[in-house]
Nanobody, 115 residues
């Protein structure tokens, strides 16, 4: 069955960086666009980034554009999210997903940005 496992979440100070990873299995990874979403405390699920199947096209929500970079390695069946210049507003549980609504997503990895 489809399995997505995120990792790399941590506590960091404002201005810091993190790289999240997502390992995929159970489906033909290289033909699917992949997405990152996040859920901040007390808020709903928010789409933040996507990458097309070949890795050539990316899209970002305005809140993370120019700070976050999504990439993928189809040979390793993995997708990544490089997060730079983090702020407290980026505190959330981060999910990778096979669809932009997050219907098929992993268990998430927690990111806390705090002084």
């Amino acid at each position: 069955q489809v399995q997505l496992v995120e990792s790399g979440g941590a506590s960091v100070q404002p201005g810091g960086s993190l790289r999240l990873s997502c390992a995929a299995s159970g489906f033909y990874f290289s033909v699917h666009s992949m997405h990152w979403l996040r859920q901040a405390p007390g808020k709903g699920l928010q789409w933040i980034a996507s990458i097309d199947a070949g890795g050539d096209g990316t899209n970002y929500a305005s809140a993370v554009k120019d700070r976050f970079t999504v990439s993928r390695d189809n040979a390793e069946k993995a997708v990544f999210l490089q997060m730079d210049n983090l702020t407290p507003a980026d505190t959330a549980v981060y999910y990778c997903a096979r669809d932009s609504s997050g219907f098929v997503r992993g268990q998430g990895t927690r990111v806390i940005v705090s002084p």
